[in-house]
């Protein structure tokens, strides 16, 4: 078993070896003056088992270029299978034809990964469960949920209720408020454009309350902050909490959440974030979690014990 990096993510990528106990495999990347990515493994990978890390971030298309590289390179080196960990997947959001025109974005990825060689990949907290059936190579969606729910629990917060951001995300936040043994609420909101969003209503008591705001990823952070407003016009207490597993912080969403003053925000290391960037920041290692799928799926384990 071999596990190597691109560039996206070196932080996470450490943190794993250390969890697996083996040493980064040696692989150049590098970018030619023109633009072009150029992959070569320095060590022989034929044979072996190949763990290929990728987070891509903000800047998806140059990851999603290294990663389609070093699958492809792992290929032609007689590597026995490749396994792409892949914390957030690209894309995610345009999982389907919405207005006429589009592309099925995500789907695209999908096949890309096949076609670039992947065997095998292991993703966290997928923005819709559609995108699993657009492969036909297995995929283990892990989820991040038992990593915050043992966080929250610690803190033992005083008459807490969880709140979906929008209906989409309810079905997940009912089972995160169910583990916590607390009450849900759902927000209802409209899109006017992209990364624009207005809530209209919310269903349930929040009066009171200390809101956890719980969904898959914090993008700009308008829709966050947008919940945060709604929730203090209904009575909420003043400190509210946000749980997301993906920290994409594009644009203005530093500066949006410093603004909002949260309680407190709550984030994996899924995407790279720069240490010090909010005060109030608190970042949870995904590590140890991918560390045990791969072990479980080495050893032929099932995956869903790790649930249990």
């Known amino acids: 078993m071999h596990l190597f990096t691109g560039s996206s993510h070196p932080a996470l ?50 990851s999603l270029i290294e990663l389609f590289l070093m699958c492809q390179a792992a290929n032609l080196g007689f590597a026995k299978s490749v396994h792409v960990i892949l914390p957030s997947f690209p894309y995610a959001r345009q999982d389907r034809v919405s207005s006429p025109r589009e592309p099925i974005s995500s789907k695209l990825i999908a096949h890309l990964l096949e076609e670039s060689g992947a ?31 043992d966080y929250f629990r ?90 997301a597993t993906h920290p994409f912080f594009s644009d203005k969403a530093i500066e949006r959440l410093r603004d909002a003053k949260f309680k407190e925000i709550v984030i994996s290391d899924s995407i790279p974030v720069k240490k010090g960037s909010l005060r109030n920041l608190t970042i949870l290692p995904i590590a140890p979690l991918l560390a045990k799928v791969i072990g479980h799926h080495e050893r032929g384990k099932s995956v869903t014990e790790i649930y249990k």
């Open 154 to 243: 610690k803190k033992n917060l005083k008459n807490p209720i969880v709140v979906s951001p929008d209906a989409g995300g309810a079905k997940q936040a009912k089972i995160f408020a169910d583990a916590l043994g607390t009450d849900l609420a759902i927000m209802h909101k409209v899109r006017s454009a992209h990364n624009k969003a207005e809530v209209l209503e919310v269903v349930g008591d929040v009066a009171g309350r200390m809101c956890i705001l719980y969904d898959d990823m914090i993008d700009t952070a308008g829709s966050i902050l947008s919940a945060k407003r709604a929730l203090e016009k209904r009575g909420a207490h003043k400190d509210v909490y946000v749980a």
């Open 119 to 149: 065997d095998h990949v292991i993703t966290l907290n997928l923005h819709s469960d559609q995108i699993q059936g657009f492969f036909t190579i297995p995929v283990d969606v892990l989820d991040a949920r038992p990593i915050f729910v």
């Open 13 to 62: 990528a450490k943190a794993l070896s250390g969890e697996l106990g083996i040493p980064l495999g040696k692989i150049t990347v590098k970018r030619f003056s023109c633009g072009e990515c150029y992959v070569k493994y320095e060590e022989s990978v034929r044979g072996k088992d190949v763990y290929l890390l990728q987070a891509p971030g903000c800047s998806p298309d140059e």
